[in-house]
């Protein structure tokens, strides 16, 4: 069986104190048949990740950053490039989470940079795509996320290491999970793109959006769901711990 990406995004949450705290408890928990069944990922703020990356090593955790800048170094203040990210033992780096696209103005052209950037640079691109509610309505659901794949793979080798969340704008932080219908529906659509995008075979296509303790098991059961991305959930390490141990 192929092990499940269960990945926790903290956003802007946590102190370093917090941080530690919260890998005191949640180690313990990742007992032997957990991580058999998972791959578990953790993307804090910047602030923690040189402090968390030793333990999260040990014991088999991956860490993520929230975002980078696709240059090598430069007059970019506030910025952080691949290089920094991977000297704090990050492996794997969101790119265009929603709330980068709608509160940063991100646009899918600058995101391909950055994922070009982070393929290049050794690095695991997590690209985040998904449609607000009034696409959903409006039925473009679908024609969004081909676009936000397109725009955001062109001209990426499909059979690096990356991935994709599809994690619907409308689901995030509000409580309202798609159905695993529903978010079965969208992972067929993102796998055909990728297909003819030219492959993308391997490629896990993970959900994001409200998953927690009571419908991770369901979300996880699906075939074409290869992970889930989880936001507030991830910040307490008993509800993180459960969704990890849900299959
Ligand atoms: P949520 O966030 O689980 O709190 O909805 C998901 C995300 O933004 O990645």
């Known amino acids: 069986m192929k092990r499940k990406i269960i990945a926790g995004n903290w956003k802007m949450y946590k102190t370093l104190k917090e941080g530690l705290a919260f890998l005191d408890v949640f180690i313990p928990l990742c007992n032997r048949e957990m991580m058999e069944k998972c791959s578990l990922v953790l993307a804090p703020n910047f602030t923690l990740l040189v402090s968390m990356a030793g333990r999260c090593r040990e014991a088999g955790i991956s860490l993520a950053a929230q975002n980078c800048h696709p240059t090598g170094e430069g007059a970019f203040t506030g910025e ?80 690096e290491k990356m991935m994709v969340a599809y994690e619907p704008v409308w689901a995030i932080g509000t ?10 529906t969208m992972h067929q659509c993102i796998r055909q793109c990728l297909e003819s995008m030219g492959g993308g075979g ?9 998953v927690k303790p009571a419908n991770a098991a369901e979300l996880l059961a699906a075939p074409d769901i290869d ?16 969704i990890a141990g849900s299959m």
């Not at 490039?81 to 929603?98: E, K, Q, R, T």
């Not at 994922?115 to 969004?144: H, M, N, Y």
């Not at 391997?202 to 409200?210: A, E, I, M, Q």
Request: with cysteine.
């Open 80 to 159: 952080t490039s691949l290089a920094m990210l991977a000297d704090c033992g990050v492996s794997h780096v969101l790119v265009g989470h929603s709330e980068r696209r709608a509160i940063f103005g991100e646009t899918d052209d600058f995101l391909n940079q950055k994922l070009k950037a982070a393929v290049a640079a050794g690095l695991i691109p997590i690209l985040c795509v998904g449609e607000t509610l009034e696409q959903r309505e409006a039925d473009v659901a679908e024609s969004v996320v081909e676009k936000q794949l397109q725009q955001g793979l062109h001209g990426v080798d499909l059979d």
């Open 175 to 184: 409580g309202k999970t798609a159905t695993a219908a529903d978010a079965r």
């Open 227 to 242: 992970g889930v991305l989880v936001g507030g959930a991830s910040l307490n390490p008993e509800d993180f711990a459960r």
């Open 202 to 210: 391997d490629l896990p296509v993970l959900y994001g959006g409200s």
